[in-house]
């Protein structure tokens, strides 16, 4: 990797939101202790139960968290889209991993040791406040998610997570299969395909090979907006 790449790539990654409030001689220490590997789909980066040694950002690609469960069926919990860091809870309090992670496509990452994350926070105070900043974004995500799940019904649920993933990517198609989808949002291949079927129905969307592709956008978001609790 030339200079001008690693450059372009750390400017990616100091962008990003629990890095972009660093003070600057702490965010140049850990820019410079990372490092990039470049992973094939459905690649193995961490497993549920083992001890964290890194914390991982996505470059490019996309990253799924799940679990597998004792009939050998993986359930998603969510995806790791580009400019986001995961993998801080063992980190912060030294026990395991929660969850598996696997690229879904073929993806680039960026690679944190724990041992220079641990002593940068200690050198650096408000390393580790940004570091549990970080945390805290996901633990709202994840209770937004069962909020989610006790009040809105599965159309809802659905709208809202297409439109939450196009938002993120910027683009017009959501790259995923309906057992996937609806493995996301907690109900059945069939009862996923039953919903899209009826939306590509009235118009507002239309089913590619493994995606879906938006034609009314905001008929999608007026599902889970005009909701009242």
């Not at 580009?82 to 993806?107: M, N, Y």
């Not at 220079?116 to 900043?133: D, G, N, T």
């Not at 069962?146 to 959501?174: A, M, Y």
Request: glycine residues 6%; hydrophobic residues 40%.
């Amino acid at each position: 990797m030339n200079s001008d790449d690693r450059k372009n790539k750390l400017k990616s990654l100091s962008s990003n939101t629990w890095m972009s409030g660093l003070p600057p001689e702490a965010l140049n220490e850990l820019l410079i202790a990372v490092r990039f590997r470049n992973y094939s789909a459905n690649q193995c980066l961490q497993t549920k139960g083992e001890l964290a040694g890194v914390l991982y950002g996505v470059l490019s690609g996309e990253v799924r968290i799940s679990a597998t469960t004792s009939f050998g069926e993986e359930i998603v919990f969510t995806r790791i889209h580009p400019g986001k860091w995961f993998g801080e809870i063992a980190i912060l309090d030294g026990g395991v991993r929660t969850h598996d992670a696997f690229t879904t496509i073929q993806s680039e990452i960026a690679i944190l040791p724990k041992e220079s994350i641990i002593k940068i926070c200690e050198k650096h105070p408000q390393a580790y406040s940004a570091l549990v900043m970080l945390l805290c974004q996901h633990c709202r995500q994840a209770f937004a998610a069962v909020d989610d799940f006790l009040l809105l019904s599965p159309e809802q649920r659905l709208g809202k997570h297409i439109i939450t993933e196009l938002d993120s990517l910027e683009s017009t198609r959501v790259m995923i299969s309906q057992q996937e989808l609806g493995a996301l949002i907690g109900i059945s291949r069939q009862s996923t395909n039953k919903i899209l079927k009826s939306w590509e129905n009235k118009g507002w969307i239309k089913r590619v090979y493994r995606g879906i592709e938006i034609i009314e956008y905001n008929s999608l978001r007026s599902l889970y907006l005009n909701f009242e609790v």
